[in-house]
């Protein structure tokens, strides 16, 4: 329909993060009938911990991570792979991304091949598309921001019409009112990994417990949205050229 336009894969929603830490997943789930009872559900507690990226976790954090693989080598390989996967989107031309995923590929061992095979799938099918990103580093999250945003505008206006609906969204960032506030915030402390004090947690193979955690209050300053008020918009649609 368009054959000048160029298709470029979406990295967040189909292959970075879904299909990267769907594969974890896949793995993590398999362990469940070779691990005991209790220990499996504070693995499953845990899981969010597994799909961030390794420089995103705080020392304490990956503390938690790195005695899950050290224990169960299987979920090892399976995280080095992901972990390996997201890199592919740091390399800077479609011929070094390319390179770097058949390396990649050729790493999988046979006992992870079915857990990344929606992985290489996408890449046999799609390959074009998704290097395309390498030249065109183009992303869906603008419209699915903005249509989370409709969405919002529509379930705190219960009962609006679609013209009122569509006159919030497309004049709210316009017309929109905005506030600054002073908020005092209640955040958990997050200890460095050379300040955990050695009773915060011990970890064996059958048992993971963590001390109670600490909070500290700030203050921050928000920006407050107060929205669009109906008469602001009826002057607006006033000004608006008539038919005739």
Same mark, same amino acid.
């Given at each position: ?18 299909? /990267?830490?769907?594969? !974890? ?7 469940? /009938? ?14 969010? !911990?597994?799909?961030?990226? =390794? ?6 954090? #990956?503390?938690?991570?790195? /005695? #899950? ?28 991304? !390319?390179?770097? &995923? ?20 996408? #890449? ?17 999250? &603008? ?13 705190? /206006? ?6 009122? !609906? ?32 050695q009773n915060a947690m011990y970890l064996m193979i059958g048992h993971m417990t963590y001390a109670k955690p600490e909070y500290v209050t700030? =203050? ?25």
């Open positions: 329909m368009l054959p000048h336009v160029v298709h470029v894969v979406d990295k967040y929603h189909i292959i970075r993060i879904r299909m /990267g830490n769907e594969a !974890l997943e896949r793995v993590r789930r398999r362990l469940k /009938g070779t691990i005991p009872g209790k220990l499996n559900l504070q693995l499953k507690r845990e899981r969010k !911990l597994l799909t961030m990226r =390794q420089h995103e976790l705080t020392d304490f954090q #990956w503390l938690a991570v790195s /005695g #899950w693989l050290n224990n169960f080598p299987q979920l090892k390989r399976a995280y080095e792979l992901k972990e390996r996967y997201f890199k592919i989107w740091d390399c800077a031309t479609p011929e070094e991304a !390319l390179a770097e &995923f058949l390396r990649w590929q050729e790493s999988i061992p046979d006992d992870l091949a079915k857990p990344f095979r929606a992985i290489t799938t996408a #890449w046999r099918t799609w390959r074009k598309q998704i290097l395309a990103y390498f030249e065109c580093p183009i992303t869906n999250a &603008f419209t699915a921001s903005f249509n989370s945003k409709i969405r919002k505008a529509y379930q705190e /206006g219960n009962g609006y019409s679609f013209e009122v !609906l569509r006159a919030k969204v497309l004049f709210s960032d316009m017309l929109q009112k905005k506030a600054r506030r002073v908020e005092t915030v209640k955040v958990k402390k997050r200890p460095r990994f050379d300040n955990v004090p700030r =203050q921050v300053v928000r920006e407050v949205n107060l929205v669009t008020d109906l008469s602001t918009l009826m002057a607006e649609v006033d000004t608006w050229p008539t038919k005739g």
